[in-house]
Nanobody
Framework: QVQLDESGGGLVQAGGSLRLSCAAS????????MGWFRQAPGKERQFVAS????????DYLDSVNGRFTIARDSAKRMVYLQMNDLKPEDTAVYYC??????????????????WGQGTQVTVSS
């Protein structure tokens, strides 16, 4: 099994920044992607960003593209989400996730086999 632990959430004013971190432990795999999802109260969990196995491919939700940046350090088994120019609509619980090996679409929630417990991000207006 894989354990994922997120940190870095908190309360920030609109226009501010936060950096989320996710530490992976447990069983190791190759050829997997890492992603961040978020879930606001009363809404479905939605894709935010993903980074492929090599780090070359990164995908983003349209509304965060240009404001959020995903990065990974495979040697340390860490993944990060730098969030700038935060908006009240970014308020949600943010989840780190890892796909199964040999995934096909890192933007699809169905590809993800392992999930963290989530970290709350609240953006005040």
């Amino acid at each position: 099994q894989v354990q994922l632990d997120e940190s870095g959430g908190g309360l920030v004013q609109a226009g501010g920044s936060l950096r989320l971190s996710c530490a992976a432990s447990g069983r190791t795999f190759t050829n997997y992607a890492m992603g961040w999802f978020r879930q606001a109260p009363g809404k479905e969990r939605q894709f935010v960003a993903s980074i492929g196995w090599s780090g070359a491919r990164r995908d983003y939700l349209d509304s965060v593209n240009g404001r959020f940046t995903i990065a990974r350090d495979s040697a340390k088994r860490m993944v990060y989400l730098q969030m700038n120019d935060l908006k009240p609509e970014d308020t949600a619980v943010y989840y780190c996730a890892q796909t199964r090996p040999y995934y096909s679409d890192a933007t699809s929630r169905d590809e993800y086999a392992y999930w963290g417990q989530g970290t709350q991000v609240t953006v005040s207006s």
